[in-house]
Every structure is written in C-alpha cells, then in structure tokens.
C-alpha cells in the first residue's frame, strides 16, 4: 500500500434502476497519469465523484497513500487527502484557464479592507502554475 497515493477496493455505487459501478478495484501509484476510458454511462464520473466527496460509495472501501481507511462525505473532506477533481467541460468556467479551473473551489483567500473575504489573485494564480509545473505529459 505505501506505493500508492490512493486505492479504492471494491466499489459499488447504484442509483435507482441502474447500478453505475459494481466491485470497482483502483490502485493509483504515485506519479502515474491514469486515464478511464468507456462509453457514456459507464460509471467513469460516478466512480471519480465518489473519489472526490460528491457521492458516498454503497459498499467498499477506499484508503488514503498510509493505507488508512478514508471516508470522503464531501469535496472539502478529499481536499483536505490533497485529492482534486477537474470536471467535465460543462462544469467548468469558460473564461478561466486550464490552471484556474483545476484549483476552482480551493482558491487561496485574503481580505479586503480588512474584512471582505475575496480571491488571493497573485496567489490563485501561483497556485495553478504550481499544479501545471508537476506535470508532465507525453
């Protein structure tokens, strides 16, 4: 287990009429790029949505990269396991870079004035480079 960042063991997710994911086993390795591939409705969303907070698996485990059994009840909880979700292009803002969608949600605060909470710009976009510069692609 100390190998991976995250594994998900046997999930299982139905919604009514329809089983979206059956006995799913997911072992992601520290710097791997995986990619899920299938039809639409395959279960590649659900199973990610469940990876990231947004629904709770009806039966398996997942387990963070100490092998600690983890229990994502929202976004902010897999967040929180450095665990991001980029969504599909129409959840995406459209005028926002590549970079300033994958932090969208976790964009670092300060205040205005001293008390108006708002959107850290030069740090929002450190941020975003920083999650690009890791990357590498082939």
């Keep these: 287990m100390e190998d991976y960042i995250v594994e998900m063991r046997h999930i ?3 919604f009514p009429g329809i089983v979206a994911n059956d006995d799913v086993s997911i072992q992601i390795q520290r710097g791997e790029v995986y990619a899920l591939l299938g039809e ?3 279960g590649k969303s659900t199973l990610m949505s469940m990876l990231f907070g947004m629904y709770e698996p009806d039966s398996g485990e997942i ?3 100490g092998g600690r059994r983890v229990t994502f009840r929202s976004s902010n909880d897999a967040s929180a396991h450095n665990i991001g979700m980029v969504h599909q292009h129409f959840k995406l803002v459209d005028n926002y870079t590549v970079a300033e969608n994958i932090i969208l949600g976790m964009e ?3 205040r205005f004035l001293g008390v108006l909470p708002c959107v ?3 740090q929002r976009t450190a941020k975003s480079q920083s999650c690009l510069s ?3 692609w082939r």
């Design 120 to 122: 850290d710009m030069k």
């Design 40 to 42: 639409n409705g395959a």
């Design 12 to 14: 299982t997710k139905r």
């Design 108 to 110: 670092p605060m300060k």
């Design 134 to 136: 890791g990357m590498a």
């Design 63 to 65: 387990y963070d990269s």
